[in-house]
């Protein structure tokens, strides 16, 4: 049974090697997507397509959701790869905040300088009268969302992953945090 184009995804993938290149570049790949998570259809990129594709996974959304290694940029919006619907047509880069290692793997404790301010696509609420000061939200979010300041739990949605993530709001021991897409 062969697949025709209507069931193919048109793939745009960011490229860049720092130890090596200039300047990174995006590589455009067809590859099947319906039904398949991004984590799936980067797993099919690098199997069929491109065996050096650098990217990162842990749990493939089946298991504990506290992994958060395949954080991602999909179409200008940071999800979870494993969790995220894969779409007809996608765009995908690391995640900004963060320093790239290679390709789409990027250096979590290493938090880029020039990152430019982003639109958030949710927003983030705490409850500051349920909420403990426990940090386990800073300590939780792959994305690096939340912070501690002067004993207050500060966070900023402009990296959020939004619905494909839900971490900081599943493990809040008092139930004060809410996230709304926007």
């Known amino acids: 049974m062969s697949i025709t184009n209507k069931e193919l995804a048109s793939v745009k993938v960011l490229k860049f090697n720092p130890a090596v290149d200039k300047e990174p570049k995006y ?20 199997h069929a ?29 940071p999800v979870l790869s494993c969790r995220k619907l894969a779409e007809t047509e996608m765009v995908i880069e690391p995640h900004p905040k963060y320093k790239v290692i290679k390709d789409l793997v990027v250096d979590f404790n290493e938090v880029k300088k020039d990152t430019k301010k982003r639109t958030p696509s949710v927003q983030i609420t705490i409850d ?55």
């Open 27 to 46: 590589e455009t790949f067809s590859v099947p997507y319906q039904g398949l998570t991004v984590l799936n259809v980067l797993k099919s990129i690098y």
């Open 49 to 77: 397509h491109d065996a050096e594709l650098a990217f990162r996974w842990g749990c493939e959304g089946a298991h504990d959701p506290r992994c958060g290694a395949c954080v991602i940029m999909v179409n200008d919006k």
């Open 128 to 182: 500051y009268d349920k909420c403990v000061k426990c940090a386990d939200c800073v300590n939780l979010c792959p994305a690096g969302v939340y912070e501690a300041k002067k004993g207050e739990i500060k966070p900023s949605a402009e990296f959020c992953c939004g619905d494909t993530c839900g971490q900081c709001v599943m493990y809040c021991q008092k139930n004060a945090i809410t996230i709304k897409a926007i």
